[in-house]
């Protein structure tokens, strides 16, 4: 069995300036699954320790909307995917 561990790591932001809001969801998505896909192995063996997750939020910048409201609304994305059960992808 695998033992939950839980762990948060940072806050950080990719800045799309050219994309539609669906492909930056869809690269989201992209990344969360292949982050998913790694798995925390005990030393020395093949024994599954632990799985990776990733909680995504993802927003397009709103003509006018300053950049303290953007990365605002990118935290409440990405809350809002936490509070939803985790290892997902939240678009706003």
Do not use: C, M, N, W
């Not at 799985?51 to 950049?67: F, K």
């Amino acid at each position: 069995a695998v033992a939950p561990l839980s762990h948060s790591y940072g806050f950080s932001s990719l800045l799309l300036p050219a994309a539609l809001l669906s492909d930056a969801q869809a690269l989201a998505e992209k990344i969360r699954q292949r982050i998913g896909a790694a798995r925390i192995r005990r030393q020395g063996s093949d024994e599954t320790v632990a799985r990776v997750t990733l909680s995504l939020g993802v927003v397009r910048h709103q003509p006018g909307e300053t950049a303290h409201a953007l990365v605002e609304r990118a935290d409440r994305a990405l809350y809002a995917a936490k509070a939803a059960g985790r290892d997902r992808v939240v678009t706003l």
